[in-house]
């Protein structure tokens, strides 16, 4: 029996497919990520060639037979983010993570919400930094793999502000027992100060952000392994042109 659902998503990454159609993954609110067939999704005739794009808010409806969906509606809710340069990298970027990380058919109501805000706050010219950490931060803990900013990892005492502290993926903060072995210790450490900052998403001193930078970029490249993230590329393509 073909069931027919309905509801709010967004494009995360669209292919041609056949001669007049497209293959499209979606990011949905209520039903998470799902890929379907879109028709008449190419050339300027086409009904549905202006919504094959990222940034759009859309209304969708699908026939739920395979895990390949029969797109049987596509309508925009509101106009494109307004997403340039630099923001628009970041949009990208963000897209590119949904895509890699998240399984098809898992729901992430509260992801969506998420997601939703952070393109907002990319088209309000909100500073970019603090918008995409606390994104990836959010991410990581929808996916199971978030750790505790305000805890050891090892004896789940509260984190000493002074004490050094060596970031271990996804198990969290663990303190250095012997201070003077900082230096030799190749994993990231941060004081406790700053890991408290980052649980608060205070992101205010540059000190902060470089700490945040740096655990969310070792988390997520844990799970995203060896290939590289296209969006990235192509921000550092753009700056050199």
């Known amino acids: 029996m073909r069931t027919s659902r309905q509801g709010s998503a967004f494009i995360l990454h669209a292919r041609p497919y056949r001669t007049t159609s497209a293959l499209v993954k979606f990011f949905s609110q209520n039903h998470g990520v799902l890929s379907g067939v879109v028709r008449s999704a190419k050339g300027q005739t086409a009904k549905n060639s202006a919504l094959i794009q990222p940034f759009v808010p859309l209304s969708l409806q699908w026939i739920d037979r395979s895990e390949l969906k029969t797109i049987i509606a596509l309508e925009e809710q509101s106009p494109p983010m307004a997403l340039k340069g630099e923001r628009l990298f970041s949009a990208l970027y963000v897209n590119e993570l949904l895509y890699r990380l998240l399984q098809e058919g898992e729901p ?15 088209a309000r010219l909100q500073d970019i930094e603090p918008v995409l950490r606390r994104f990836e931060k ?25 004490a050094w502290y060596r970031f271990v993926i996804d198990e969290g903060f663990i303190r250095i027992a012997d201070e ?39 988390s997520l490249a844990f799970h995203l392994g060896r290939q590289p993230l ?7 393509k753009s700056c050199k042109e």
């Open 180 to 218: 003077s072995h900082r230096l030799t210790i190749k994993q990231s450490c941060f004081q406790g100060w700053q890991i408290r900052a980052l649980a608060m998403d205070d992101y205010s001193q540059l000190a902060n952000r470089r700490a945040a930078k740096q655990i969310m970029r070792e």
């Open 230 to 236: 296209n969006s990235r590329n192509l921000f550092i």
């Open 108 to 122: 992430f109501v509260a992801l969506f919400a998420l997601y939703r805000d952070v393109l907002t706050e990319l």
């Open 138 to 162: 959010a991410l990581l803990h929808q996916l199971g793999y978030g750790v505790s900013y305000t805890h050891d990892a090892q004896t789940e005492l509260a984190l000493d502000d002074q």
